[in-house]
């Protein structure tokens, strides 16, 4: 009879062991899976606050039909796309013209080079630059 109730301890810790292996593996998947979820969507609130400045900027300055920044992994600025990791592109193409003025359409978007990806729908708006009269 000792022997019998020895046999059965086992197999009860060896099911407890195997029931808490499985719980702690399903939880890490959770954890892991939270925190890609997480870093998706400060890289999207980065990009957001990023394309909202590069319009900004287009809005008061002279535009390229093209301009580019690029950041790092942490969303410093770089000059180049040597080490870039995210990328904002700022297009800008004449969309009407009248003896007011032009009308200019802003687009931006936002990839993530790493992962060949668009972080962002794109963003627009117009830009209107009035005629002065020369006098």
Known sequence: MAKSGGYTFIIEMLLVTLFFSLAAAVLLQVFVAARLKS????????????AQSALETALVQDMEPQTVYWYD?????LESDQEARYCVT?????EQTSQAGNLYL????????????????VLST??????????
Not at 113 to 121: G, S, W
Request: charge should be negative.
């Open 126 to 135: 117009r830009r209107i630059e009035r005629e002065v009269d020369a006098q």
């Open 90 to 94: 700022v297009s800008c193409e004449l």
């Open 106 to 121: 802003l687009s931006v978007t936002t990839d993530d080079l790493e992962n060949d990806r668009q972080l962002l729908p």
């Open 39 to 50: 870093d998706e969507n400060v890289a999207k609130n980065r990009a957001l606050i990023a």
């Open 73 to 77: 992994a942490a969303w410093q600025p």
